[in-house]
């Protein structure tokens, strides 16, 4: 919420990260590879740009896996490390469920639900984790959206979090938590 404040009332604008400019250079092709049986996919798509008016959000997911029976799974590629027990972090979920809702009210052709997606963890040593999507995360991720415009609106102020330290917008945002 805080982000969408400063992007959208403040006007900032969004540098990229040491991770978000290795993250580009990590050849990610090797490691999508491995998916390719397990998965049995047809085809490896790079480079879709999904953008719904509808819902007010548009996004890239790193890879769309498209399996022999015609299965959408979105897959992310992170530099980072997996959650402290070992699993997904909740942002990545959301940000599956993201590509999930917009390959399902975008894609041409038949109607279908995105049933789960992938995340691959590049820290330590590469890492994939299945993640189911579930329609509590779809839903989850509306919620955000209808928050996110209240704020874009000035209708609401960001709720305040405290995951900052990470943050790409921490220099300039008035809601951050200090440590």
Not at 39 to 47: E, F, Q, S, T, W
Request: charged share 30%.
């Amino acid at each position: 919420e805080a982000i969408v404040y400063l992007t959208h009332r403040m006007g900032v604008r969004e540098t990229p990260t040491e991770y978000m400019e290795y993250g580009r250079e990590v050849e990610k092709e090797e490691h999508v590879q491995q998916l390719l049986k397990k998965y049995k996919v047809a085809r490896v798509l790079r480079g879709i740009h999904l953008v719904s008016r509808e819902l007010r959000l548009a996004g890239a997911p790193d890879f769309i896996l498209v399996t022999k029976l015609g299965e959408l799974i979105p897959v992310e590629v992170k530099w980072a490390e997996p959650a402290p027990r070992g699993g997904v972090k909740r942002d990545h979920v959301v940000q599956l469920a993201a590509y999930a809702l917009l390959m399902e009210r975008t894609w041409p052709g038949s109607r279908f639900s995105v049933k789960r997606g992938v995340v691959l963890y590049l820290k330590p040593s590469p890492k994939f984790f299945e993640v189911p999507l579930t329609a509590e995360d779809k839903k989850a991720v509306l919620d955000m959206l209808k928050r996110a415009l209240d704020v874009a609106r000035g209708r609401a102020e960001p709720r305040k979090r405290a995951e900052c330290a990470g943050c790409n917008y921490h220099a300039h945002c008035p809601f951050r938590s200090y440590e």
